[in-house]
T-cell receptor
Framework: GAVVSQHPSWVICKSGTSVKIECRSL??????MFWYRQFPKQSLMLMAT?????????EQGVEKDKFLINHASLTLSTLTVTSAHPEDSSFYIC?????????????FGEGSRLTVL | GNSVTQMEGPVTLSEEAFLTINCTYT??????LFWYVQYPGEGLQLLLK?????DKGSNKGFEATYRKETTSFHLEKGSVQVSDSAVYFC????????????FGGGTRVLVKP
């Protein structure tokens, strides 16, 4: 099946720094990718929809200046957590849909765990 | 708004035992329903789905039936294996809500030999 890869899988940073997380579709093209956040023992919460070549669409309550999303190519979307604080510590997951073989199925990355000290 | 509720884990059971994970939903429209599985260290994978009432999704010995009357989509497997140890997520996608996926909280299943 289609593979979505995230990097890094885990990262620890100091408060006030920025962290970039990459989401790549390895063997398919994705005009749209989705970014989720998962708190411990809680559900995945959709943060934003990343659109190739245009601005991301953020869900209500998600700060767009805090969570910068760039989708510069059909295989790469990046999420940058700016001026990270301990409350941003979480598990971030991306997903993508194959635009060519459009079965509607979403393929998920393995997730990136961010810990802000 | 839409929501998905599933039983909290962890669920611990022995190999060859019967597994049931309850899932109920609320939706404004007529959603499609999904079960995703997340094995340790891996991303979520689609396990099975059902797109309309009374449909049964099945895969790898797992089954779930879309019950509109009870707004449920319970996951079952008759005889689990150690390799079924994972976190299972129930989810819905509702066209009336922009086709976004809404997830349940996940249920961790641990199968012991």
């Amino acid at each position: 099946g289609a593979v979505v890869s995230q990097h890094p899988s885990w990262v620890i940073c100091k408060s006030g720094t920025s962290v970039k997380i990459e989401c790549r579709s390895l063997d398919f093209q994705a005009t749209t990718m989705f970014w989720y956040r998962q708190f411990p023992k809680q559900s995945l919460m959709l943060m934003a929809t990343s659109n190739e070549g245009s601005k991301a669409t953020y869900e209500q309550g998600v700060e767009k200046d805090k969570f910068l999303i760039n989708h510069a190519s059909l295989t790469l979307s990046t999420l940058t957590v700016t001026s990270a604080h301990p409350e941003d510590s979480s598990f971030y997951i991306c997903s993508a849909r194959d635009v060519v073989v459009n079965t509607g199925e979403l393929f998920f990355g393995e997730g990136s765990r961010l810990t802000v000290l | 708004g839409n929501s998905v509720t599933q039983m909290e884990g962890p669920v611990t059971l022995s190999e060859e035992a019967f597994l049931t994970i309850n899932c109920t939903y609320t939706a404004t429209g007529y959603p499609s329903l999904f079960w995703y599985v997340q094995y340790p260290g891996e991303g979520l994978q689609l396990l099975l789905k059902a797109t309309k009432a009374d449909d049964k999704g099945s895969n790898k010995g797992f089954e779930a039936t879309y019950r509109k009357e009870t707004t449920s989509f319970h996951l079952e497997k008759g005889s689990v294996q150690v390799s079924d140890s994972a976190v299972y997520f129930c989810a819905l996608r509702d066209a009336a809500a922009g086709n976004k996926l809404t997830f349940g909280g996940g249920t961790r299943v641990l199968v012991k030999p």
